[in-house]
């Protein structure tokens, strides 16, 4: 009944050193199956596990190479051509619009790819398939005797008006390291201006700084942290699960909507294994698992719609600012100013 | 009367629905072309705009100072570009003509750039068709100018698929319009040709005598034919009526020397002792009574002719007149042994009508029934009322019609087969037939049960 699972170590084979960081790989598969798709998430093997193992039910041909790398590694990956993948899967939405713009995308359309929403898909080359919150977290012990606050606005006040509660105990990512940091970061500063006098506030509470979402959970959850701001929801929702010392906050004023993203790269040696696992992905059985085994949101619309506050980061052109370099720097630059004190 | 078939030189008909048609086949082309052209303009004039605003928003946020060019590219320049479809973006921005950001090898616009409005320009780019907007700024560094480019492309898919979508409603507007044009000049070309086939329906509908000129309204453009027609007419009426007034003419002219001839042959027949030149002379005096006879029927005929053009009616009694008719007839029947038995109704059949006409259709009757019946033999007259027709039957103990037709016994000039002993004009019974007619009545020959021939008139009454 179980599968028989391959882990492979790092492939370091005659083709020489990779150009690009991998983090982990493994391939799903018995060793019979006639075809391997590859594919190159930034997605940890744990989470899509239910679904890969889902997908080769269906298709028990079919073994599955799955490869994890950062958001910038997966790009580095795409744009230099330095092997060639199925389908990629990354939260940097970002460099996956960069990578589309830039031609890098297979055409896909599919019943699946039309049942999309509009603002899930763009020239049906980039496509999503779970919809994140980015959320505040906060231990309520350190929050003892105060409201917790609700928008940003209040988020400003608590933390001027308790500085000594908050020094060194505020989390939030360092855009300079992370992909999905420097998302958050740059979507907040293009919603509102309040971001800026936020990070100016963090920034003079001596905040510490991460790469990943799910050390910041962990150190809100042992009460080293007493916040920690742009948390990915869905990591959030199941390790605070059942924890009553944590909360988990959508902020009114705005909270951001990360798309999941995948494109089938133009260099796919089986596109057609990678549409399948895509057409998985986007199909009402792949979505359930998305939601119920993977922990990340399937895409609704209708949950959108219906809590306001809710915005998702738009698949548009838009997103190709942030990626300029002269862009990036000087926003990298401003924020260090703002938050990072010598 | 055979028909003639007349040679066709197509249906006008056809050839107008199918100009009519090329016409509105080629207006619809040039409304679809026309559409298409104004909205593919529009939506690239639109489109345009969008790519300059995006281009200028960029250059407007260009900064100079001491140590360089500030770029700080806005969001909201990209994020407008995805406003109205899918499309990818490429920019660079160069400085002194050196890229600093974007795309190195976007393509730069083959003209100076100058004045604030962004320069438009077309090219291939990543295989793909761009529309570029090119503007340039120029900031100032360290008291120095510098030269700042700003080129922002767009792929052209969502103006492409938005002029195809007009294009689609276009064509369906020109196909409606099509259709429904095509429809209209189908009614068109009817409601052209209704005249004409009016016209010749009026001309068709005509009796056989009827030679009065076309009066029906036409259509100016008919009006020449129609005329035509009517110099026609007048033509032929006019042959006709000098072919009766000569025979009218002949006739008389020929009457009188007859009756002269009859005359001097009876002088002779008195004075001349020679039975064999006695039997001649008698000869002779019948021939000149059939001929009397004869002329006298044309003579009927032309006052028939004459007189159904200009009827003079008046209220008469066709029970007196028939009875009348007979009595006049009496005399000659009894030469032969013929008797005439008459069943007229006891009252009296009034009725609108001429009476010479009349009189002359009767006198013809009973003289076509005196000279065909066999000797001592028995004609007939019955007149009775049906409803509104009065119907008056002759019938005698002749030869009968021996299957001819009535209508070719009715014809000017025929005579049955069977008749070639007995002298006879043919005229009788057209005259017959001719006054039935201008008095809107009908009028038949039927075979008598047990020999003869019966003659059925029947005429409306009032």
Same mark, same amino acid.
């Given at each position: 009944?179980?599968?028989?699972?391959?882990?492979?170590?790092?492939?370091?084979?005659?083709?020489?050193?990779?150009?690009?960081?991998?983090?982990?790989?493994?391939?799903?598969?018995?060793?019979?199956?006639?075809?391997?798709?590859?594919?190159?998430?930034?997605?940890?093997?744990?989470?899509?596990?239910?679904?890969?193992?889902?997908?080769?039910?269906?298709?028990?041909?079919?073994?599955?190479?799955?490869?994890?790398?950062?958001?910038?590694?997966?790009?580095?990956?795409?744009? *230099?051509?330095?092997?060639?993948?199925?389908?990629?899967?990354?939260?940097?939405?970002?460099?996956?619009?960069? +990578?589309?713009?830039?031609?890098?995308?297979?055409?896909?359309?599919?019943?699946?790819?039309?049942?999309?929403?509009?603002?899930?898909?763009?020239?049906?080359?980039?496509?999503?398939?779970?919809?994140?919150?980015?959320?505040?977290?906060?231990?309520?012990?350190?929050?003892?005797?105060?409201?917790?606050?609700?928008?940003?606005?209040?988020?400003?006040?608590?933390?001027?008006?308790?500085?000594?509660?908050?020094?060194?105990?505020?989390?939030?990512?360092?855009?300079?390291?992370?992909?999905?940091?420097? +998302?958050?970061?740059?979507?907040?500063?293009?919603?509102?201006?309040?971001?800026?006098?936020?990070?100016?506030?963090?920034?003079?509470?001596?905040?510490?700084?991460?790469?990943?979402?799910?050390?910041?959970?962990?150190?809100?959850?042992?009460?080293?942290?007493?916040?920690?701001?742009?948390?990915?929801?869905?990591?959030?929702?199941?390790?605070?699960?059942?924890?009553?010392?944590?909360? +988990?906050?959508?902020?009114?004023?705005?909270?951001?909507?990360?798309?999941?993203?995948?494109?089938?790269?133009?260099?796919?040696?089986?596109?057609?294994?990678?549409?399948?696992?895509?057409?998985?992905?986007?199909?009402?059985? *792949?979505?359930?698992?998305?939601?119920?085994?993977?922990?990340?949101?399937?895409?609704?619309?209708?949950?959108?719609?219906?809590?306001?506050?809710?915005?998702?980061?738009?698949?548009?052109?838009?997103?190709?600012?942030?990626?300029?370099?002269?862009?990036?720097?000087?926003?990298?630059?401003?924020?260090?100013?703002?938050?990072?004190?010598? | 009367?055979?028909?003639?078939?007349?040679?066709?030189?197509?249906?006008?008909?056809?050839?107008?629905?199918?100009?009519?048609?090329?016409?509105?086949?080629?207006?619809?082309?040039?409304?679809?072309?026309?559409?298409?052209?104004? $909205?593919?303009?529009?939506?690239?004039?639109?489109?345009?705009?969008?790519?300059?605003?995006?281009?200028?928003?960029?250059? @407007?946020?260009?900064?100079?100072?001491?140590?360089?060019?500030?770029?700080?590219?806005?969001?909201?320049?990209?994020?407008?570009?995805?406003?109205?479809?899918?499309?990818?973006?490429?920019?660079?921005?160069?400085?002194?003509?050196?890229?600093?950001?974007?795309?190195?090898?976007?393509?730069?616009?083959?003209?100076?750039?100058?004045?604030?409005?962004?320069?438009?320009?077309?090219?291939?780019?990543?295989?793909?068709?761009?529309?570029?907007?090119?503007?340039?700024?120029?900031?100032?560094?360290?008291?120095?100018?510098?030269?700042?480019?700003?080129?922002?492309?767009?792929?052209?898919?969502?103006?492409?698929?938005?002029?195809?979508?007009?294009?689609?409603?276009?064509?369906?507007?020109?196909?409606?319009?099509?259709?429904?044009?095509?429809?209209?000049?189908?009614?068109?070309?009817?409601?052209?040709?209704?005249?004409?086939?009016?016209?010749?329906?009026?001309?068709?509908?005509?009796?056989?005598?009827?030679?009065?000129?076309? @009066?029906?309204?036409?259509?100016?453009?008919?009006?020449?034919?129609?005329?035509?027609?009517?110099?026609?007419?007048?033509?032929?009426?006019? $042959?006709?009526?000098?072919?009766?007034?000569?025979?009218?003419?002949?006739?008389?002219?020929?009457?009188?020397?007859?009756?002269?001839?009859?005359?001097?042959?009876?002088?002779?027949?008195?004075?001349?002792?020679?039975?064999? $030149?006695?039997?001649?002379?008698?000869?002779?005096?019948?021939?000149?009574?059939?001929?009397?006879?004869?002329?006298?029927?044309?003579?009927?005929?032309?006052?028939?002719?004459?007189?159904?053009?200009?009827?003079?009616?008046?209220?008469?009694?066709?029970?007196?007149?028939?009875?009348?008719?007979?009595?006049?007839?009496?005399?000659?029947?009894?030469?032969?042994?013929?008797?005439?038995?008459?069943?007229?109704?006891?009252?009296?059949?009034?009725?609108?009508?001429?009476?010479?006409?009349?009189?002359?259709?009767?006198?013809?009757?009973?003289?076509?029934?005196?000279?065909?019946?066999?000797?001592?033999?028995?004609?007939?007259?019955?007149?009775?009322? @049906?409803?509104?027709?009065?119907?008056?039957?002759?019938?005698?103990?002749?030869?009968?019609?021996?299957?001819?037709?009535? $209508?070719?016994?009715?014809?000017?000039?025929?005579?049955?087969?069977?008749?070639?002993?007995?002298?006879?004009?043919?005229?009788?019974?057209?005259?017959?037939?001719?006054?039935?007619?201008?008095?809107?009545?009908?009028?038949?020959?039927?075979?008598?049960?047990?020999?003869?021939?019966?003659?059925?008139?029947?005429?409306?009454?009032?």
């Amino acid at each position: 009944m179980r599968k028989l699972i391959l882990a492979l170590g790092l492939i370091l084979s005659a083709a020489g050193a990779m150009a690009f960081d991998i983090e982990e790989e493994r391939l799903f598969g018995s060793g019979q199956e006639a075809s391997v798709v590859s594919i190159l998430s930034t997605t940890d093997i744990d989470i899509f596990e239910p679904l890969v193992v889902a997908f080769q039910a269906v298709n028990p041909g079919i073994a599955v190479q799955y490869t994890v790398a950062s958001t910038t590694e997966v790009y580095r990956a795409v744009s *230099g051509r330095e092997r060639a993948f199925d389908l990629v899967i990354s939260s940097a939405m970002d460099l996956q619009m960069k +990578l589309a713009n830039d031609g890098y995308a297979r055409e896909h359309r599919s019943i699946e790819t039309d049942g999309l929403p509009t603002w899930a898909r763009w020239r049906d080359q980039l496509f999503a398939f779970a919809q994140e919150p980015v959320v505040l977290i906060l231990s309520r012990p350190a929050f003892d005797g105060l409201r917790l606050p609700q928008t940003r606005a209040d988020l400003i006040d608590l933390l001027r008006a308790n500085p000594e509660r908050f020094e060194g105990r505020i989390g939030t990512y360092d855009p300079n390291r992370s992909g999905a940091g420097y +998302l958050f970061a740059t979507q907040d500063a293009r919603q509102s201006d309040t971001f800026w006098r936020l990070s100016e506030v963090m920034g003079g509470l001596s905040p510490r700084l991460y790469d990943g979402s799910g050390a910041m959970i962990a150190d809100v959850q042992a009460g080293r942290l007493a916040l920690a701001y742009n948390v990915l929801g869905s990591y959030a929702a199941a390790q605070l699960a059942g924890d009553p010392n944590a909360a +988990l906050i959508e902020l009114e004023d705005f909270t951001n909507v990360l798309l999941r993203t995948a494109l089938i790269p133009r260099e796919a040696e089986r596109p057609e294994l990678g549409a399948a696992f895509l057409d998985f992905l986007l199909s009402g059985k *792949g979505q359930t698992l998305i939601d119920e085994k993977a922990g990340l949101p399937r895409i609704d619309a209708a949950t959108l719609a219906s809590a306001g506050h809710r915005r998702p980061i738009r698949l548009d052109p838009g997103l190709l600012v942030f990626v300029d370099p002269l862009k990036r720097q000087r926003f990298l630059s401003e924020w260090t100013a703002a938050v990072v004190r010598r | 009367m055979k028909r003639l078939r007349l040679a066709s030189s197509g249906s006008i008909r056809q050839r107008l629905i199918l100009q009519l048609l090329v016409l509105v086949a080629v207006l619809s082309w040039v409304l679809y072309l026309s559409i298409r052209t104004v $909205a593919g303009s529009a939506v690239e004039t639109t489109q345009d705009a969008i790519l300059g605003s995006a281009t200028i928003a960029i250059a @407007e946020e260009l900064r100079g100072g001491v140590d360089g060019v500030a770029i700080d590219i806005p969001y909201t320049a990209f994020s407008m570009l995805g406003a109205t479809g899918e499309d990818r973006v490429f920019y660079r921005i160069l400085v002194d003509g050196a890229t600093v950001t974007g795309y190195e090898d976007l393509p730069l616009a083959d003209q100076p750039l100058g004045g604030l409005s962004p320069f438009f320009y077309t090219r291939e780019y990543q295989s793909d068709t761009v529309r570029i907007a090119a503007v340039e700024r120029s900031v100032i560094v360290g008291s120095r100018p510098v030269r700042v480019e700003v080129i922002v492309a767009q792929t052209r898919s969502a103006q492409d698929a938005i002029v195809a979508q007009m294009a689609n409603r276009a064509a369906t507007l020109g196909l409606g319009f099509f259709a429904i044009a095509a429809l209209l000049s189908l009614l068109t070309a009817r409601s052209v040709l209704q005249p004409v086939n009016n016209l010749a329906e009026a001309v068709g509908r005509r009796g056989p005598q009827d030679l009065r000129p076309v @009066e029906w309204p036409v259509p100016s453009e008919l009006a020449p034919l129609v005329a035509a027609l009517n110099q026609f007419i007048a033509r032929l009426s006019g $042959a006709l009526i000098r072919t009766e007034t000569f025979i009218a003419e002949a006739a008389h002219h020929i009457r009188t020397p007859l009756a002269t001839l009859r005359a001097q042959a009876e002088i002779a027949l008195r004075q001349s002792q020679d039975e064999a $030149a006695r039997a001649a002379i008698r000869g002779m005096i019948r021939s000149v009574d059939d001929s009397a006879r004869s002329v006298g029927q044309l003579l009927d005929h032309a006052a028939v002719v004459y007189r159904t053009d200009q009827r003079t009616d008046e209220e008469i009694d066709l029970a007196a007149l028939t009875r009348d008719m007979v009595a006049v007839f009496g005399p000659a029947a009894e030469l032969r042994d013929i008797g005439f038995e008459l069943s007229l109704p006891d009252e009296p059949v009034t009725m609108t009508a001429d009476r010479l006409l009349l009189e002359s259709a009767i006198r013809n009757l009973l003289d076509n029934a005196v000279k065909y019946s066999a000797l001592e033999g028995l004609i007939s007259v019955s007149l009775e009322v @049906e409803g509104d027709q009065a119907r008056l039957t002759v019938c005698d103990s002749g030869r009968g019609l021996s299957g001819a037709k009535s $209508a070719t016994l009715t014809g000017r000039f025929r005579r049955g087969e069977n008749v070639s002993d007995v002298i006879g004009s043919g005229l009788g019974l057209t005259i017959v037939r001719e006054v039935v007619a201008a008095h809107g009545g009908d009028f038949r020959l039927t075979e008598r049960e047990g020999g003869g021939a019966c003659a059925n008139l029947s005429l409306p009454l009032g």
